[in-house]
């Protein structure tokens, strides 16, 4: 069965950095894009960022994260990464990937995705 799975989560003090992880089996990651979204305690979801698929490879980033979260793909090993630096207190909350055989606007503003995981928690905090 197809699936998404994160991981990389974990807690870290203001300040830190870490690397999330999104791996795909059972299918053929490459033409998705694939967005990064992250859930807060009594907020609705946010999408920070996605990555084009195909050789487009374009990247998105929310304005709350520009310049301290970086996403890429490695299509060999059929993974997305988001790369989080100068994490905040702010930045908590529970990290999902989302997939879709479309665009990245449509990924970040569609309640549908046709694969997501389940989520990986990350807790900054002193």
């Known amino acids: 069965q197809a699936q998404l799975v994160e991981s990389g989560g974990g807690l870290v003090q203001p300040g830190g950095s870490l690397r999330l992880s999104c791996a795909a089996s059972g299918l053929l990651l490459d033409y998705y894009a694939v967005g990064w979204f992250r859930q807060a305690p009594g907020k609705e979801d946010e999408g920070v960022s996605c990555?084009?698929?195909?050789?487009?490879?374009?990247?998105t980033y929310a304005d709350s994260i520009k310049g301290r979260f970086t996403i890429s793909r490695d299509n060999a090993k059929k993974t997305v990464y988001l790369q989080m630096t100068n994490l905040k207190p702010e930045d908590t909350g529970v990290y999902y990937c989302?997939?879709?055989?479309?665009?990245?606007?449509?990924?970040?503003?569609?309640?549908?995705?046709?694969?997501r995981g389940q989520g990986t928690q990350v807790t900054v905090s002193s």
């Open positions: 990555i084009s698929g195909a050789t487009d490879g374009s990247t």
């Open positions: 989302a997939a879709l055989l479309s665009s990245c606007h449509r990924v970040l503003t569609s309640p549908n995705h046709d694969y």
